[in-house]
């Protein structure tokens, strides 16, 4: 599984997930999926529930990354449970 790079909003009501879009070729095309998830429930007791996903150009998904960060968003670790196998 790659690794992803979440951010929670400062209400703790979503999430944004940035995860590299595998597909994309190497040095010539990069590409991030950022999806964006609503937190219901406690914070941490069930998975976001993922409400858009977009492909951006890595250099806009980093903006887009150090935008919210200035807006007050906060990085946070995967803490939603795994799903059952």
Same mark, same amino acid.
């Given at each position: ?7 929670? !909003?400062? !209400?703790?009501?979503? $999430?944004?997930?940035?995860?590299? !879009? ?11 999926? $950022?999806?964006?998830?609503?937190? $219901?429930?406690? &914070? ?9 996903? $977009? ?18 968003? &906060? ?11």
């Amino acid at each position: 599984m790659a690794k992803s790079h979440w951010l929670i !909003n400062p !209400n703790r009501t979503e $999430v944004k997930r940035f995860i590299r !879009n595998h597909k994309s070729i190497d040095g010539v095309f990069e590409y991030m999926f $950022v999806d964006t998830g609503k937190i $219901v429930g406690m &914070f941490g007791e069930e998975p976001p529930i993922m409400t858009t996903t $977009v492909s951006v150009d890595i250099e806009l998904a980093r903006e887009i990354y150090e935008r919210l960060i200035s807006q007050g968003w &906060f990085k946070t670790e995967e803490v939603w449970p795994k799903a059952k196998s």
